[in-house]
Structure formats: structure tokens, C-alpha cells
């Protein structure tokens, strides 16, 4: 079975754009998470959908949004870019949205320049 | 803020040794978890010790958990190469909206000389 897939594996930006990544769950998972990770440091939360509807969102600005679809796969879309937003993003999913293990993609690498 | 924060961030190791990787954390949790990370990749799920549980094995992964230290355990036997990676602990925390969110520490890069 496929894993988790992320779409584009790379992308570079300049400042004031705006990007939408995508993320296709493993078959059977309807819950999809997104992460950021700057480097040298952990993943952070950005959000959680669950049959598509939103279950969690961290501490991140408005210019971050997220949707699931109906086949539970999902876009996070990123306004306004700014430099600090250059980071791997992380989409993970799982069976269900409770506290369980989360299969990870390889992420998205944006550089925003 | 982070939940869980590994010791040390660092560590090189010869094959064959064991490493040993601490995670603690601040609130109470229903479990917690243990992933590893490759260079610039995703993260892979290695355990996941239940809040009533106080050790776990896994091949040559042995998971202890204190709830009353708050604190996590990693240990990797016999190490090889390919086990070079960074690892985190990662547990669920409730946020002020009443969902869960996964948190992650920082990390520990483990460096293993062949």
C-alpha cells in the first residue's frame, strides 16, 4: 500500500506569494495533521482535519489555512509569505483523530527567498 | 510552547554501543510516542507507550516511562549505522479550543561511527 504522499517535494517562493501544498492520506485514514519544521528543531503543529472538518489548529497566523477533501486528502495554503515561513512541511495522517501513532509523508521544502 | 524536551540534543556513539535518549514533558498524556528522522525526511513512528504502562520493547527499542517524573526513555541496542538519525518523543496535548494536538521536543541527533 502507498504511504503518505506530498506534493511538490520542492518549492521556492520569494516573499509576498502565496503556496499551496497537498497531501494524500494513507488508504482508510480520514485524518489528516500538518506540521512545519524549521531546521534544527521539532515539528510544530499547524492543524488537524478529521472527516473534513477542522479539529485542532496551533499557534500559527491567520495566513495559514488548511481543507480536507472528500477523499480525505488535504491542501494547506500559505498567504503573504514571509522568510521565517521557509521550513519543511510535514502532512501525517491517521486511522482516526484520537491520540495515536501518525504516518508521516516526506514533507514539502519551501524556501522562500 | 513544546510539551516534550529530549537530552541530550546530541550524541555520537560507536557501533555496537547502546544509546540512551530522555524525553520529558509537563502535562499529563494518554501515551506517549517515540519517532526517528532522517536527514530532511519524514518522521517514522518507532513506539508508543500507553500512560499505564512502564516499559515497552521493540526489537532493539526499549521505551520506559515514569508518569510521576514526567519523563521517557529511549534505548537503542547493539547500535549500527543506519540507525544515524535525530529522534523525538512526541505526546498529545489539549489545546485551549478542547483538541488534541501532537507536540515534539526538539530532538536528539544521534550519530553512530561505524
Known amino acids: 500500500d502507498a504511504g503518505v504522499t506530498q506534493s511538490p517535494t520542492h518549492l521556492i517562493k520569494t516573499r509576498g506569494q502565496q503556496v499551496t501544498l497537498r497531501c494524500s492520506p494513507i488508504?482508510?485514514?480520514?485524518?489528516v495533521s500538518w506540521y512545519q519544521q524549521v531546521l534544527g528543531q521539532g515539528p510544530q503543529f499547524i492543524f488537524q482535519?478529521?472527516?473534513?472538518?477542522?479539529?485542532g489548529r496551533g499557534n500559527f497566523p491567520d495566513r495559514f489555512s488548511a481543507r480536507q477533501f472528500p477523499n480525505y486528502s488535504s491542501e494547506l495554503n500559505v498567504n503573504a509569505l514571509l522568510l521565517g515561513d521557509s521550513a519543511l512541511y510535514l502532512c501525517?495522517?491517521?486511522?482516526?483523530?484520537?491520540?495515536?501513532?501518525?504516518?508521516f509523508g516526506p514533507g514539502t521544502r519551501l524556501t522562500v527567498l | 510552547s513544546q510539551q516534550g524536551e529530549e537530552d541530550p540534543q546530541a550524541l555520537s556513539i560507536q557501533e555496537g554501543e547502546n544509546a540512551t535518549m530522555n524525553c520529558s514533558y509537563k502535562?499529563?498524556?494518554?501515551?506517549l510516542q517515540w519517532y526517528r528522522q532522517n536527514s530532511g525526511r519524514g518522521l517514522v513512528h518507532l513506539i508508543l507507550?500507553?500512560?499505564?504502562?512502564r516499559e515497552k520493547h521493540s526489537g532493539r527499542l526499549r521505551v520506559t516511562l515514569d508518569t510521576s517524573k514526567k519523563s521517557s526513555s529511549l534505548l537503542i541496542t547493539a547500535s549500527r549505522a543506519a540507525d544515524t538519525a535525530s529522534y523525538f518523543c512526541?505526546?498529545?496535548?489539549?489545546?485551549?479550543?478542547?483538541?488534541?494536538?501532537?507536540?515534539f521536543g526538539s530532538g536528539t541527533r544521534l550519530q553512530v561511527q561505524p
Open positions: 501525517a495522517s491517521s486511522l482516526a483523530g484520537g491520540p495515536n501513532e501518525q504516518f
Open positions: 488508504s482508510g485514514h480520514k485524518s
Open positions: 482535519y478529521y472527516e473534513k472538518e477542522e479539529r
Open positions: 502535562t499529563s498524556i494518554n501515551n
Open positions: 507507550i500507553r500512560s499505564n504502562e
Open positions: 512526541a505526546t498529545h496535548i489539549i489545546m485551549d479550543t478542547g483538541r488534541r494536538a501532537l507536540t
